[in-house]
């Protein structure tokens, strides 16, 4: 009896194999039980009988990848030009994993190759594609609407190419996707709201872009959400505060856009938070005294730097004692610094330029002498 190898991958395409050969196993239960009740259709010709073959045909997905492959119009190092050939098997072809059940692609990845063409709009017709990774190439053009047919694509890697257009609203529609990157591009445009309908989204990169608009609060409504980059782009509003509810969030960049307003005390319900990047926007106010909680001790970057925060530095930022890294420079701080800055036996890396602390205490000035002249200190 044959059977389906069961490696990690494999299992998930497992209900695909399946399905259809109880499909077709009905089918000969059918045909045998209608030869055994009438005999007499042994009299008929073979030929009239429908030939239903026990998979569906995979040459769809060999026409589909040449077609990705004509889009292509400089293949630096012949990658494809090596392999991808009509009398090999495309599940040979360079960057090409097939199920060995049914002989479908189920991932392409070309990333580093410095192919330069446009994204063929026909890989939305790879009915079976969990990965898609084309980065660190030189695409361009638009990414395909196509593409948000692929209900199967559980991750799509675009990063580190010239990409322009918005983000297709179809993407609302990959309900499997769990890790989603478009940064480094050119796109434009707003973050397509249907994003927020991502149910399994783990990973969202689309930073280093040119998009605008504003940061929508809908995106505090995907739960698994783990990785969340939005830096480098010019958005605007102010950071929403139902970003807070992201209880799995632990990179959370939003750094150089022209954000406004006050940082959400809502900051301190990330409990997972390791990452927190806001820096070099025009942001308002003080730091929230409970940024820095007992949940929120997992902390280990903080950039705020480059704002308009005011106020005093409070002690209970240092709290957090797993930091690496505190930027807090280029503001409009002041006052004292706090001695439990001293506690953090982890820092490595301490901005404090351009603000204007004091010792407490004359006993104080020799640690605020020490802490400005030390190697961790820019």
Not at 164 to 170: A, N, R
């Amino acid at each position: 009896m044959f059977m389906c190898p069961h490696t990690e991958r494999e299992k998930e395409m497992m209900d695909t194999c399946y399905i259809p050969s109880l499909f077709w196993c009905c089918h000969l239960l059918l045909f045998y039980s209608i030869l055994f009740l009438n005999p007499s259709v042994f009299s008929t010709p073979i030929a009239h009988f429908p030939h239903h073959p026990p998979c569906l045909t995979n040459a769809s997905d060999q026409h589909t990848q040449l077609a990705f492959k004509s889009a292509i119009t400089y293949d630096p190092s012949q990658s494809l030009a090596a392999t991808w050939k009509p009398n090999v098997s495309f599940c040979e072809w360079t960057g090409i994993i097939c199920s060995r059940c049914r002989q479908r692609v189920i991932s392409l990845d070309v990333s580093s190759m410095g192919l330069q063409g446009t994204i063929s709009p026909l890989l939305a017709s790879l009915s079976f594609l969990t990965i898609l990774d084309l980065p660190n190439n030189n695409f361009h053009g638009q990414i395909p609407y196509q593409l948000g047919t692929l209900s199967p694509l559980k991750m799509l890697s675009l990063s580190l190419n010239q990409l322009q257009g918005s983000i297709p609203p179809t993407f609302g529609s990959c309900r499997s996707f769990q890790n989603l990157n478009l940064s480094y591009n050119n796109l434009t445009g707003n973050i397509a709201p249907q994003l927020c309908l991502l149910p399994n989204l783990v990973s969202m990169y689309l930073g280093a872009n040119n998009m605008t608009g504003i940061i929508s609060d809908c995106l505090g409504n995907i739960s698994s959400l783990q990785y969340l980059d939005l830096r480098e782009n010019n958005l605007h509003g102010s950071v929403p505060s139902k970003l807070g509810m992201l209880s799995h969030i632990c990179y959370l960049s939003l750094g150089v856009n022209h954000l406004m307003g006050r940082i959400p005390s809502s900051s301190s319900n990330c409990t997972n938070l390791e990452t927190l990047d806001i820096a070099l926007n025009q942001l308002v106010g003080h730091i929230p005294l409970d940024l820095c909680t007992k949940k929120t001790t997992q902390l280990m970057e903080l950039y705020l730097g480059d704002n308009q925060l005011s106020g005093s530095v409070p002690s209970s930022l240092f709290n957090c004692t797993k930091f690496q890294i505190i930027d807090i420079s280029m503001n409009q701080l002041s006052g004292i610094v706090p001695m439990e800055l001293g506690k953090l036996i982890h820092l490595r890396q301490l901005e404090l330029w351009a603000i204007t602390l004091l010792a407490a205490t004359p006993r104080d000035a020799p640690f605020l002498l020490l802490l400005v002249t030390a190697p961790i200190y820019k």
